[in-house]
T-cell receptor, first 119, second 113 residues
Framework: GAVVSQHPSRVICKSGTSVKIECRSLDFQATTMFWYRQFPKQSLMLMATSNEGSKATYEQGVEKDKFLINHASLTLSTLTVTSAHPEDSSFYICSASRGRVGGGNQPQHFGDGTRLSIL | GESVGLHLPTLSVQEGDNSIINCAYS??????FIWYKQESGKGPQFIID?????DKRQGQRVTVLLNKTVKHLSLQIAATQPGDSAVYFC????????????FGTGTRLQVTL
């Protein structure tokens, strides 16, 4: 159990395009979803945390107007990279958890990531 | 600031030997720790977790040790197999597992035949 599906797995698009990435929890209800960014040979950096039905909480330095997050249901969160530019090229990974921030012990389960390449 | 072009530390282990991957954490308020395995082009996969009220926890072929005094975490893999080759990250969280995870820098495990 605890399968998280992320789609698409790879996107290549022109500069200025907006790109939407979906994250779905397939067999559990995800109260909280997280979006990370990972550069080559580096660790995961948290971008934002979202709870179902409320606005996402962004980490310092992450532009909320650039990276739009929607968590409309307990099984789906989306990240939209608006007007993407080459510097936005990266590996974006989502995770989902049954628990709320500050709640009981519920591990985060990760999707397989989306490799975004902006030309 | 963010490091650019950081090379992951690498641990080379012969197949069948035991592996020990270490991690130092900085937040003394962290009370929950997780080890993740990440294969190339994939997301992190949960391996094992441990709470701060424990100092050891065992899974199938894996053991996590926690030393809160020196803020050190280790992952031991018994009888390492080629399929264990991956990057391993430790992650910590201050209160409850749904709280924000802070990931360590990662260690690349290479299993040689």
């Amino acid at each position: 159990g605890a399968v998280v599906s992320q789609h698409p797995s790879r996107v290549i698009c022109k500069s200025g395009t907006s790109v939407k990435i979906e994250c779905r929890s397939l067999d559990f209800q995800a109260t909280t979803m997280f979006w990370y960014r990972q550069f080559p040979k580096q660790s995961l950096m948290l971008m934002a945390t979202s709870n179902e039905g409320s606005k996402a909480t962004y980490e310092q330095g992450v532009e909320k107007d650039k990276f739009l997050i929607n968590h409309a249901s307990l099984t789906l969160s989306t990240l939209t990279v608006t007007s993407a530019h080459p510097e936005d090229s990266s590996f974006y990974i989502c995770s989902a958890s049954r628990g709320r921030v500050g709640g009981g012990n519920q591990p985060q389960h990760f999707g397989d990531g989306t490799r975004l390449s902006i030309l | 600031g963010e490091s650019v072009g950081l090379h992951l530390p690498t641990l080379s282990v012969q197949e069948g030997d035991n592996s020990i991957i270490n991690c130092a954490y900085s937040n003394s308020a962290s009370d929950y720790f997780i080890w993740y395995k990440q294969e190339s082009g994939k997301g992190p996969q949960f391996i094992i977790d441990i709470r701060s009220n424990m100092d050891k926890r065992q899974g199938q072929r894996v053991t996590v040790l926690l030393n809160k005094t020196v803020k050190h975490l280790s992952l031991q893999i018994a009888a390492t197999q080629p399929g264990d080759s991956a990057v391993y990250f430790c992650a910590e969280t201050p209160a409850g597992t749904a709280s924000k995870l802070t990931f360590g820098t990662g260690t690349r495990l290479q299993v040689t035949l």
